[in-house]
DNA sequence: CTGTGTAAAGCAAACGGTTCCATAAGGAGG
DNA sequence: CCTCCTTATGGAACCGTTTGCTTTACACAG
């Protein structure tokens, strides 16, 4: 059978009680019984049942990953990957184990959140999506949980999050271009209901309207996280009868929808078209060509995210209302989509 | 506070036992019983407690997935992904909660395997890799735990484990690109001490051999899981002054690498080489060109393991010593990168 | 009317820890 | 020499469930 700390009380001569003293380094603990006992434990493999422990300590040393349903979609695998990577290290680091969860609809996830935690089975949740109206921030809120999003929140103030600067990120992707010489510059954005996709746009309007640059209606189009979007963009933006030379695409997953669209038509990057996206995801460097792409520090944001969840799961007090927004820095980083003055031979 | 069992109990009238026998579906309670029991429970919102469930009951309803220790690198592949979210549909659908768990080194992996199995935390363990010596998989067989190996062992036969016939694969991939008109054909393998490096080559092997194809050994150059490899590798095979024209590599990564140098070499994919690699990750078809790939049905593999990882939890005594060993089928996805006939102009 | 069988529910002992409170043994101070 | 304090340890209750064993309450046969 297994060992518990019963035996080793036994073997050692000495109360349970001194055992979970020695265990926890309690001060009261003479040196000798503490290293007899010590021995002893090393002797038999003794090692904690964590499930007994978390009865009686009401913490778990475990949080919880909620996946957002359309991770499901194959393409945006690659940020969330590198998102659960800086959350795991941290909180490995941290003593925390990592739990991930999904579900297929919004009200699953809701059920999995609500079973986690109210049975006591994880300390605290990430949650990898800021979307508008949920349910399951409602459900974490109001039961007073520790959780941090990834992403912005606009509707909740006082809700910890991790999040990049996207409008200043799109800012300074958009001046890049224009710093290369562009004037005429297009914007394909994500899906309008995500805060990512908003502030990006905001960026690009305040970088545009800061140099006085004209803005057609007709230069920024919607779409989604993915390659078919930027495809479609392209297309649309090439048969302008005044087209734009550069432009900016909220995911690198629309850029390689641009290239490749670009590349069918024998257009040239970047000389008939300059691209800046976000989020310089592994393969921005392989496509051709490279494409200049914003950093978001996307490991840094997952393990930012653990260490304040953890943070605030040990000292849920320390919450001085003021930090509970947490921006992770980006930066652009230059390659050959975008390194070309238009009107230059 | 919290609402417990005692509380339902207290509210309803019976004793914690007859809640508890309703809350398991105990058939000696009356079905009035039951249904007063099932009202209260909803109106105060009770939530088992897992850790005292798992206390009584010796299980946990979860399992884990140890990651490779280079998983610093390796996580930055999409492969992984794919095989968590597989195990984690496929796990959440049979009531299993996921737990990620990675080390810096084996040290570390087997201390957290340990410490979540004997601490009674996770009741069984899906390990994603195939390492030739092993002390978690030591540590795993002399305990009794349930486990299941994503990969192939060679040293014990009577593993749980779930594979691709990765001899076959290769055999597969390279015949096409014989089939295709290609005879100096190189290959870029994996760590040596994969097991699916060596499975790999063999089925390279198998197939010249098959075709009566001369085999240089410079043709065959080892490398890891990642870009650099392949860039590496290409720059050694194009510098051979009989070089081949066509590569079978042992991972897209690897492609990735390959075409990245080629791009830069201004040399043409497949006309100057053709290339086929494994795992069809979703960027394979995004390159250019579009990468040829095997396919090994990454999801369906980790779907797989988890289905019968609980199997074994939970029926540990019925395996029969056979079909211990799951083989999911792969195919050849031909892209653009080796639609090529070499002379042909 | 008593004995027996059966369905429904309760009691209490685990499960493996933690922690408050009590106790014993010295040592210091008066 | 007695009291009081300190230090090291033991005892026991408790955390929230499950479950084997009783008990209760009938119904029915003898």
Redesign the pocket.
Known sequence: ??????DV?KKA?????????V??G?????????RKVKVIMEEMG????M???S????TTNSICIILPKPAEELFSNLFFMELIRGIVTQSSRSGYDVLISSGANEKEELEAVSRLLKGRRVDGVILLYSRKDDAVIDFLESGGYPFVLVGRSDRYEDILSVDNDNIMAAYDATNHLISMGHERIGFVSGPPNLIVSRDRLEGYRKAMQNKGLEMKAEWIVEGEFLQDSGYRAMSFFMNLPNRPTALVAVDDMVSFGVLRGLNELKYKVPEDLAIVSFNNIPLSELSSPPISSIDIGIYHLGYTASQVLIQSIQKPDNHDGYTNRFVIPHRLIVRESSMYTPGKQ
Chains 1, 2 share one sequence.
Do not use: D, F, Q, W
Request: proline share 8%; aromatic share 2%.
């Open positions: 059978m297994t060992v518990t700390i019963k009380a001569g000495v109360s349970p009680s001194t055992v979970s003293r265990l926890s309690h001060p009261r603990i003479s040196l000798e019984t503490s003794y090692t904690p049942n499930m007994a422990k009865l009686v300590s009401k």
